[in-house]
């Protein structure tokens, strides 16, 4: 069986990435895990204090088109393996982050020198992101 380009739904798309760029924002705000990723990943408040200064815009938009291009492949998935419950969706975004995402980010840690807890950190955000994207996708 090859795999099919299959019809998306556009609205599900946008919206999982949406709310994949809400749970980023909540996740690293000051109030859980922003303090910690900033000393985890070398960044000090004076540098964070300039980027947003210098604007964000850029970043935003590319971390938005990062999104979509994530909520369209696990669509892609989705309408492939026929999900069709929230659970079911759900499943798919959390076997694509555990095969794809968890396994080659992992790179950084063995051979880049990035702490585990980064790694950690950094996963757990992805890993929020991708079973909310898949159960928006099949939910919609």
């Known amino acids: 069986m090859a795999l099919q380009i299959v ?3 556009y609205v599900a798309v946008v919206v999982a990435a949406i709310a994949s760029m ?3 924002f909540l996740y690293y705000s000051p109030s ?24 964000m815009a850029k970043t935003l938009v590319l971390g938005f088109i990062t999104a979509l291009v994530m909520a369209w492949v696990i669509a892609m998935i989705i309408g492939n393996v026929g999900a069709a419950t929230v659970t079911e969706g759900a499943m798919v975004g959390f076997w694509a982050w555990l095969g794809f995402v968890a396994t080659f ?36």
Not at 32 to 38: E, R, S, T, V
Not at 41 to 55: C, F, R, V
Not at 112 to 118: E, T
């Open 32 to 55: 859980l895990f922003g303090g910690k990723w900033m000393k985890l990943a070398g960044i000090t408040k004076k540098e964070a204090d300039k980027a947003m200064k210098q604007g």
């Open 7 to 9: 019809p998306v739904n």
């Open 105 to 140: 980010s992992y790179h950084g840690v063995l051979w880049g020198k990035q702490p585990h807890s980064l790694w950690t950190l950094q996963n757990g955000n992805n890993l929020i992101s991708m079973v909310v994207i898949g159960a928006i996708i099949a939910a919609l």
């Open 22 to 24: 809400v749970i980023g």
